[in-house]
């Protein structure tokens, strides 16, 4: 089992920047990738962006390239962050953070971006964009 549980979120206006925390807690050890992911009232789960925890590599979502930066706390490997600048009120959304832990074989870039694919997930938490 792994318990993730995010925190930083908040009210802020159009431009502005937050910064997420995840924090991860149980059997870290074996996590192999870690997402954010968003969903706005009235619309579908959005990928925001996911980290191989072993390599470090990132995949970032459309939507937020150039904006959103995803890291992680390499002395402590059970947190990581989700800094976001230049923010629009399309940003408005529940933020959660997700695990996946150990996997078998070779996957695909286009897998970190599928809620599915996820094991673990934290309860949210809520970001307001305002114009």
């Known amino acids: 089992q792994v318990q993730l549980v995010e925190s930083g979120g908040g009210l802020v206006q159009a431009g502005g920047s937050l910064r997420l925390s995840c924090a991860a807690s149980?059997?870290?050890?074996?996590?192999?990738?870690m997402g954010w992911f968003r969903q706005a009232p009235g619309k579908e789960r959005e990928f925001v962006v996911a980290?191989?925890?072993?390599?470090?590599?990132?995949?970032y979502g459309d939507s937020v390239k150039g904006r959103f930066t995803i890291s992680r706390d390499n002395a402590k490997n059970t947190e990581f962050y989700l800094q976001m600048n230049s923010l629009k009120p399309e940003d408005t959304a529940v933020y959660s953070c997700?695990?996946?832990?150990?996997?078998?074989?070779?996957?695909?870039?286009?897998?970190?971006?599928?809620?599915?694919?996820?094991?673990?997930w934290g309860p949210g938490t809520q970001v307001t964009v305002s114009s």
């Open positions: 997700a695990a996946k832990i150990n996997i078998v074989g070779r996957i695909s870039s286009d897998t970190y971006g599928r809620a599915t694919w996820y094991d673990y």
């Open positions: 980290i191989n925890w072993r390599s470090g590599y990132a995949y």
């Open positions: 149980g059997r870290t050890g074996s996590i192999y990738a």
